[in-house]
């Protein structure tokens, strides 16, 4: 039976285009929200999902962290994707001929000097793979959509100019959800871990807790606070680090960490991605 892993937006999408580099052997399911991808993993209606959790131009994708640390779910593994914008258009029509161009306002704004430069008007829509489907469904030969490459394949459109946005190192970082947690968490090589934690109501609990992976030498690539149900008291905090819980120098770290905390959730152990850095 052929495994299985769902994704937020259509296919076509770059967390479609996630779903392929990472398993190419799984199908993959479209979902219409990130909720509805991680509930069918909860289902065991599929066996992974794809969450896109950060992009290296704008940041973190808003409600993940929200919704991680109560998914029920695991992260085993991480994609690293490297967002490739292409201009998309019917059969048989030439770049000449294009007057606008359809896409999410983020892939827009991505490419505004090309777009300048061959005076195409950019017009947003909901997202970059329902762009490409609806440029493919219009048929208007002057009109075209900004996606993947994968959504032209997708939809039958022809790739007017590829590699066409403007930043050249445009990265999305996705996580890999799973209901059990990854089975490579023996191997403790190249590993990141991931959690959540909420610091106590004393002073400098925020530096304090975080003295302990610094003084184990412990490397933390990401940490990030917000609001939790809308409450200004109560900040959470998500971190990445290198290294398993196993290993003695992050076991201490946690070990310090507990003194500062009310709360600390591993939100998972994986491999790294071979295209961190």
Known sequence: MTKKISFQGEL????HQACIQAKPNYEAIPCNTFESA??????????????PIENSTYGRVSDIHRLLPESQLHIVGEVFVRVRISLLGVKGTEISKIKSAVSHSVLLGQCRNFLTSQKIEPVAGADTAGSARYISELGDP????LASELAGETYGLSVLAKDIEDNDNNTTRF????KMPSDEEQVKQGMMTSFVFRVKN???ALFKAMGGFA?????MTKLESYM???????????????GHPDDKNVSLAFEELSFFTSEI???GSYKADSNRS
């Open 12 to 15: 076509g999408a770059y967390s």
């Open 38 to 51: 991680m509930e069918r993993v909860r289902l065991e209606e599929v066996d992974l999902a794809m969450l």
């Open 142 to 145: 002057s009109k075209a959509a």
């Open 175 to 178: 996580l890999i959800m799973s």
């Open 202 to 204: 004393i002073p400098a």
């Open 215 to 219: 003084t184990n030498g412990v490397n």
């Open 228 to 242: 939790v149900d809308g409450d200004f008291t109560a900040t959470q905090f998500y971190a990445d680090i290198e």
């Open 265 to 267: 959730k591993i939100l």
